[in-house]
């Protein structure tokens, strides 16, 4: 999972890295939940109790809330780093020197981050 | 303390109530066609998709009245009333489902507005080049929403049952009601397209979440000892030795070996919601590619909806309802419970709830399967050059054959285990994930091997399900099975797509190998990344029936 690896510090003068740090926070965001969910060894239990519901119910219940969180998170990091790659392509774009253009297909979207975080499960 | 539901004289206030509720819907369905008109209706864009002008908020209702169903209030909680925790599969499932939207439909929403596709078959042939495989995602979509809407009939079935009107009497008598419902969603659907069931889920969700919030609140208070108490009732009577079999029905929590098959269906159902054709025309009818994503943490709202619905099983089983006192019928667990706790007016409130909420997904399911065999069975293999307005005829008179065929499956089959419709739909419609979703990263896979191994997966998934027996069933009892040369069983949906992908993978080898011709693909890298605002707002691209 490639957001596993450590975000590399920008260069100064920068084509976006592949990896940046809103990707990371993306990836973990959309991951987090499949891990938690399928783990079931974890939350297969009767205590701690909440309100009168066995672990089960109440720990399941409150990762759709979790969840809910994690998409909001998921949404801005996503869309600050399509805003940052954009800025990168205009500057670039102005410069003439990137070998990039937005139509290029080396240039992987942010789904494509969020799709290696699928492949782990 | 629970009277038998059987020869129970019909409640008139409930009647009433669901009557008054049922025309409000019904005037609101055939004014619908008049709402947010944006161009001429009767293009195939217009009726089938709004005419891809839905906005957040709109969105929010008519993909939770694609999501929460009759599945949400019937099936689930039956399913836990008689097995215990195995059904809660449904939360996790819920859950699963949101983060898989986020990772890969706003690329499928880019590339369809920038090709002007309307059902994932578009799709699929624009990308692979390949009809054959194109039609068999169509046909996998056709045939798996049809026991989907069945589940909604089986939803409306049961409060129609627990009223006192069906149950008794002639067959024809006994389904009279649900044929009237019936036929008043075919002819509003007809007539308005998808802006009725948009405009209906409104309604639909204000009284379902006034349903669910007097529920949780309300009930536990007629249950002497509250949640601690309800969980207790549901462990001793889940646990106890049915006579027959001497064997406990289940559990509160998941028993040894229960938790692949848990995972399984959590997964397996999330991965196979958004390849229903339904689900992604709620999302392919929004105005911008991020309309889904921004609403994904307001979506949740359903998931925690869905979760405590479940829940009321438990209360109806501490209430003292016994499959006995159901008719036999664990369906009935929820409605019989409304109308245990609930004064008349209200109970009639909630039936109206469940009846709606199952009328709006069967609405929007039958139109979906319209616009699947529309675009790609009848225009690519019948009639290539019919117009936009020839298209609109033909998916309006198909959506009620689709809902017809629905009809079929809830009278000829045992409907007694109505998630069991859902999962058996979950199993086909799962093997065209590889097809859509790895299409929409790569087109490293070869159109043939997708096309092998979606047969490999129906093939397999088909064969296991239709072998399960159970006491009551000699087919499709059960959608959970062992894995071959294993003792662990798992959803026959997760199997069969392994199967899938294993067939794929070596298929995909050869066939590149032996440099097969790929198929001409019409998208390109930066239509995924499409969006309409940079575009010019509202651009409608033009439908032109692609025949390759």
């Known amino acids: 999972m490639s957001s596993g690896a450590d975000t590399p510090s920008p260069p100064p003068r920068p084509a976006t890295p592949l990896i940046s740090a809103p990707r990371v926070i993306a990836a973990f965001c959309v991951v987090a939940p499949f891990v938690a969910m399928l783990w079931i060894p974890t939350y297969n239990e009767e205590t701690p109790k909440l309100l009168g519901f066995p672990f089960f119910y109440w720990y399941q219940l409150l990762w759709v809330v979790i969840t809910a969180l994690l998409m909001v998170v998921a949404y801005f990091a996503v869309e600050r780093d399509r805003a940052a790659r954009r800025a990168a392509r205009g500057a670039a774009g102005t410069g003439g020197a990137s070998p990039t253009t937005p139509s290029d297909p080396s240039i992987p979207s942010a789904d494509d981050t969020a799709q290696d975080g699928e492949g782990s499960q | ?548």
């Open chain 2, 1 to 548: 303390m629970i009277d038998a539901a059987a020869g129970k004289a019909v409640n008139g206030v409930e009647l009433g109530v669901v009557i008054f509720f049922f025309t409000v819907v019904a005037v609101l369905g055939f004014l619908a066609a008049r709402w947010r008109r944006t161009g001429d209706h009767k293009h195939i864009h217009e009726w089938g998709l709004g005419g891809r002008s839905f906005g957040g908020f709109v969105t929010w209702f008519l993909l939770g009245g694609d999501l929460y169903t009759a599945y949400t209030f019937v099936a689930v909680p039956a399913a836990l009333f008689a097995g215990g925790a195995l059904g809660f599969f449904a939360v996790p499932y819920t859950i699963l489902v949101w983060p898989l939207v986020f990772i890969f439909l706003p690329r499928l929403w880019s590339v369809s507005r920038k090709h002007g596709y309307v059902t994932p078959a578009d799709f699929v042939k624009g990308r692979h080049g390949s009809r054959s495989l194109s039609l068999a995602v169509a046909v996998t979509g056709i045939v798996a929403t049809m026991p989907y809407i069945a589940l909604q009939l089986v939803g409306i079935q049961a409060c129609l049952d627990v009223m006192g009107i069906g149950g008794n009497g002639s067959t024809f008598a006994k389904d009279l009601p649900l044929f009237i419902a019936f036929a008043v969603l075919a002819a509003y659907t007809y007539t308005s397209g998808l802006r009725a069931p948009a405009l209906i889920a409104f309604v639909k969700d204000a009284l379902i979440y006034l349903t669910v919030i007097v529920a949780i609140i309300y009930i536990p208070t007629r249950i002497s000892g509250g949640w601690t108490h309800i969980f207790d009732a549901a462990q001793t009577k889940l646990t106890t030795p049915n006579p027959t079999t001497h064997k406990p029905a289940g559990s509160i929590l998941l028993a040894k070996g229960n938790a692949v098959p848990y995972a399984t269906l959590a997964i397996g159902s999330a991965m196979a919601l958004f390849m229903y054709p339904h689900a992604q025309v709620g999302v392919l009818a929004t105005k911008s590619r991020n309309t889904v994503r921004r609403n994904l943490a307001a979506l949740t709202a359903y998931s925690l909806m869905l979760g405590v619905i479940a829940l009321l099983s438990y209360m109806a089983i501490a209430a003292g309802f016994t499959m006995k006192s159901l008719n036999g019928n664990n369906q009935h667990a929820v409605p019989a419970l409304f109308d245990w706790a609930f004064p008349s007016w209200f109970a009639g409130v909630a039936f109206a709830a469940v009846a709606i909420g199952a009328l709006v997904p069967a609405a929007i399911m039958s139109i979906a399967a319209a616009n699947l065999f529309t675009r790609n069975v009848w225009v690519d293999f019948v009639n290539p050059n019919a117009t936009p307005q020839q298209q609109t005829q033909v998916a309006q008179a198909v959506s009620l054959v689709v809902k017809f065929g629905a009809l079929a499956f809830v009278l000829g089959l045992d409907a007694t285990s109505a998630i069991n419709f859902q999962l058996l739909g979950g199993v086909l419609i799962l093997q065209t994930f590889p097809a859509i979703v790895f299409g929409l990263y790569t087109r490293y896979f070869h159109r043939w091997a997708l096309l092998l191994g979606w047969a490999a997966g129906i093939v397999y998934g088909a064969v296991v399900a239709w072998n399960q027996s159970s006491a009551t069933q000699h087919h499709f009892a059960a959608q959970v099975a062992l894995i071959p040369w294993t003792h662990q069983k798992a959803y026959i949906a997760v199997s069969a797509l392994v199967v899938n992908l294993v067939v794929l993978l070596v298929t995909n080898l050869v066939l590149r190998a032996a440099k097969a011709p790929a198929g001409i693909d019409q998208t390109t890298a930066s239509d995924y990344e499409h969006e309409a605002e940079g575009e010019g707002e509202g651009e409608m691209p033009e439908i032109t029936p692609v025949v390759v």
